[in-house]
């Protein structure tokens, strides 16, 4: 079995580095030699203590100061490049996980190993990092996997060899969310995010105000002082509650009667996400943006609702309507536990095991392959 080297720059509760560890369940399954080069600088993400894979610590930490980030980030580059440098050899997968850790493929190409690319994003700024890094995938990418097919129009890198994987959760969380009870009263309104305005943070606690008569948790992907310092700068409303980031989210899921996700389309387009995917697992209704990855998850209609979240009238009428509607919120929550089942973690399994076993293409073609029929 081959030797894959993994590199994920930061590792925290978002979704990249879940779903990179569910790849590397599949892939230690397999029977591959695993080792993982990532940064946990605050509490253990979703990438700590993983069994059968031997991690390895970068220095990277993000910081709100931006040219301290871009300086982190030129530095941690060098350090991949050199580590991948020394642990690589001629037979090896450089696995890259997002485009951020470009200097992984730099290691990878100059090692004469195979480089795989595992593509989340879009929305990276400066436009000119954005070009940069899509031209070293270009350059070094033997393979390339994209977790939605809008992630691959939309980045149109010229990889010969492509195929489109569309994100799953783990067998246990599948398992768990099978056995929740249906949402009780208070009705409450969920949404776990980022602590970024784009995420749409101002426009969740807009809709808490104009809804008091709601419940409303907001998880953020923070840490506890994060947090605390943030409700102190922005008081919520009384029917709000703020919690900082958690390994468990199932006692979220399970009170939640509907989960958004307010990403603004015109500054943060979801690729995939997976909190839209656990929402439906639980049988929960969603409210998420009308493009992007999401939009290939969601069924307008039959599993949730497509809205700006901007649109603060059009949201308080789709939550009044599954309030005050019984039958119609027992239909979309039946409609989501269907079309959350067409995910399967085993089809995701599956597909990433093939990709890691599957020979180079032919180079004077190129070949895209469909993910799953979950599409």
């Known amino acids: 079995m081959s030797h894959i080297i993994a590199v994920h720059l930061l590792n925290d509760r978002s979704g990249s580095p879940l779903v990179l560890r569910q790849a590397l369940a599949a892939l230690h399954q397999a029977g591959h030699h695993l080792e993982l080069l990532t940064a946990t600088p605050g509490p253990a993400g979703h990438l700590s ?31 991949v490049f050199w580590k991948v440098l020394r642990l690589a050899r001629p037979g090896s997968v450089v696995y890259v996980n997002s485009l951020l850790p470009f200097g992984a493929a730099l290691a990878g190409r100059c090692r004469g190993a195979r480089v795989v690319y595992h593509v989340h994003e879009v929305s990276i700024r400066p436009a000119l990092l954005r070009r940069l890094l899509c031209a070293v995938v270009n350059r070094t990418a033997h393979e390339a996997m994209f977790v939605s097919e809008y992630v691959r129009e939309t980045l149109k890198l010229r990889v010969r060899r492509q195929r489109v994987i569309y994100n799953a959760l783990s067998p246990a969380f599948v398992r768990q969310a099978a056995q929740a009870p249906p949402a009780t009263a208070p009705f409450t309104v969920l949404m776990a995010c980022s602590l970024k305005d784009y995420k749409g943070v101002p426009e969740f606690y807009a809709l808490a105000a104009a809804l008091p008569d709601m419940r409303f948790d907001l998880v953020l992907n923070a ?60 049988g929960r209704p969603v409210v998420v943006p009308p493009v992007g990855g999401v939009a290939e998850v969601n069924v307008v209609g039959q599993t949730g609702f497509a809205l700006d979240g901007r649109e603060l009238p059009r949201l308080v009428q789709a939550l009044e309507l599954l309030r005050r509607h019984p039958s119609t919120y027992a239909r979309l929550a039946a409609a989501a536990r269907q079309r959350a089942a067409a995910f399967a973690p085993e089809a995701f399994a599956f597909q990433v095991q093939q990709c890691f076993a599957a020979p180079e293409a032919p180079a004077q073609i190129p070949v895209v392959y469909a993910a799953s029929q979950a599409a």
Do not use: K
């Open 223 to 282: 840490d506890t002082p994060t947090v605390q310092a943030y409700r102190l700068a922005h008081p919520a409303p009384a029917n709000l509650a703020l919690f900082s980031t958690t390994g468990n989210m199932h006692p979220f899921y399970q009170r939640a009667a509907v989960v958004l996700n307010l990403s603004r389309p015109d500054e943060w387009v979801e690729t995939f996400g997976m909190t839209v995917l656990e929402a439906l697992s639980y």
């Open 49 to 79: 203590h993983l069994p059968g894979v031997c991690t390895h610590a970068l220095p990277y930490q993000w910081s709100a100061s931006a040219w301290r980030t871009l300086l982190r980030f030129g530095w941690v580059q060098l350090v």
